[in-house]
């Protein structure tokens, strides 16, 4: 149980910083561009969206670490890519087929989530391999 935790933390941790660097450096300008279809910053739910990211690491190493016999870098990083396509694809341009966000923004979540997972895979995969 021990290197699925450590793994969760390691993923968690990543995603969180991806995040910040995605949502708060790279997409400001055009989180800004569409304020109206946001919370106030003073009513954003931050612990919740933690709380989440957490939720996900989990159930992403766990799907690893019980489904996959043959664990390892290269294992992790293609479980990483495809899930990054499976999850990315719809946030990103999914959300752009139903909301007025820029083609950026949808972008940057599609393409963003997948390195994300990619990221996600590669850690899981050092932590738990054969």
Not at 53 to 68: E, P, R
Request: proline fraction near 4%; hydrophobic fraction near 55%; glycine fraction near 12%.
């Amino acid at each position: 149980m021990k290197k699925p935790l450590l793994a969760t933390l390691g993923v968690f941790l990543a995603w969180s910083a991806m995040d910040f660097v995605i949502h708060g450096l790279i997409l400001r300008s055009s989180y800004a561009a569409t304020t109206s279809l946001w919370r106030p910053m003073g009513e954003m739910k931050m612990a919740l969206m933690y709380f989440t990211v957490l939720i996900s690491a989990l159930a992403f190493v766990l799907i690893y670490s019980l489904f996959f016999s043959r664990k390892g870098i290269s294992t992790g990083v293609a479980y990483g890519l495809l899930f990054g396509i499976g999850t990315g694809l719809p946030m990103g341009y999914g959300s752009y087929s139903v909301m007025p966000i820029p083609y950026f923004m949808a972008f940057t979540w599609c393409f963003g989530s997948m390195i994300e997972a990619m990221v996600g895979g590669l850690i899981v995969g050092s932590i738990i391999r054969e």
